[in-house]
């Protein structure tokens, strides 16, 4: 964070597409690099600064391959400046497809889980869940991916789903891997992280160092009401088909990312704060000048 810091001003990241959901369950979800780049510039027209990247295959499937990555890259600057933050997420151990995308193509920011946990979903209405699974994000795998966004200049991004995984950054500053101002992201309403409530943010941001930057990821039906919280408490905020596909009623499905990033615009005005421009974003999120 810079000294000139204005603390009306939020930062709006998008999360354009993720990996679980399908156009199964929203029609809007894009799959190849030309419907990613065109969803980040209906994302950036109103409002957002920054977009959140996962990489899909045309079939929509996951993929990590570098060469997608560097497609969507392409496709994204020739539409609009916004600023990329790359998914480094995987529930492998080897994590040489993201060092070699962190090394080549060179995002930004880069996404950076920062521990291990449960991470499933429940069915009330059918008892059971809809998956159940462990993401392990070992500290030889963090670090491993530290090391190459610091060969890369690539700024982390700290994807923090419980308070463990926050306190637990210390180390890695000991090390030397990371230095500050660092960047949070807090992630609420995951089974197995930390519960969708307002304390929640409190005590994250309690924990985290001074100074450092941090915005909410509410996932599902928490989604509004977490950035609503986070608007209050001064931090920024991430909407996007990734994390919510419903609009505030939670009946009517968005139809863009767009669509969603709207009402986080309206309704960080509407709390009295300002939307942060790009330029604004890359002096908060200490990025330095644009390449």
């Known amino acids: 964070m ?68 560097a497609a969507i890259k392409k496709e994204i600057q020739a539409r609009c400046p916004i600023i990329l933050n790359f998914s480094t997420g995987t529930i492998s151990e080897d994590v040489s497809l993201q060092a070699q995308t962190l090394l080549e193509v060179r995002p930004e920011i880069g996404a950076l889980n920062m521990g291990t ?27 491993k991916l530290l090391t190459v966004m610091n060969e890369a200049g690539v700024k982390p991004e700290l994807e923090c789903f419980d308070s463990g995984h ?12 990371l230095k500050g101002p660092l960047q949070f992201s807090f992630i609420v309403g995951v089974l197995g992280g930390i519960p969708p409530m307002i304390e929640s943010l409190q005590l994250q941001t309690k924990i985290m160092p001074r100074g450092s930057e941090w915005e909410v990821i509410g996932i599902g039906r928490c989604g509004w009401r977490m950035i609503a919280s986070a608007l209050v408490l001064g931090g920024n905020i991430r909407c996007g088909l990734e994390d919510n596909i419903y609009m505030p009623d939670g009946v009517s499905m968005a139809r863009s990312n767009g669509d969603l990033v709207e009402v986080a615009a309206r309704m960080v005005r509407d709390t009295g704060r300002r939307v942060a421009t790009v330029d604004e974003a890359r002096a908060i999120l200490s990025l330095g000048a644009r390449a």
Request: aromatic share 10%.
């Open 166 to 177: 926050t306190e637990g950054i210390w180390p890695l500053i000991d090390m030397g891997l």
């Open 117 to 143: 946990m449960n991470y499933a979903k429940y069915s009330e209405k059918r008892k059971q869940f809809v998956f159940d699974m462990v993401f392990p994000n070992t500290y030889e795998k963090i670090v």
């Open 2 to 69: 810079t000294t000139s810091r204005d603390s009306d001003l939020c930062v709006i990241t998008c999360a354009l597409t993720g990996v679980l959901a399908n156009r199964k369950q929203c029609e809007g979800i894009p799959y190849t690099p030309v419907e990613i780049a065109d969803e980040a510039k209906r994302a950036y027209d109103a409002g957002a600064a920054v977009v959140h990247i996962h990489a899909r295959n045309d079939d929509g499937t996951p993929t990590y391959a570098p060469e997608t990555f």
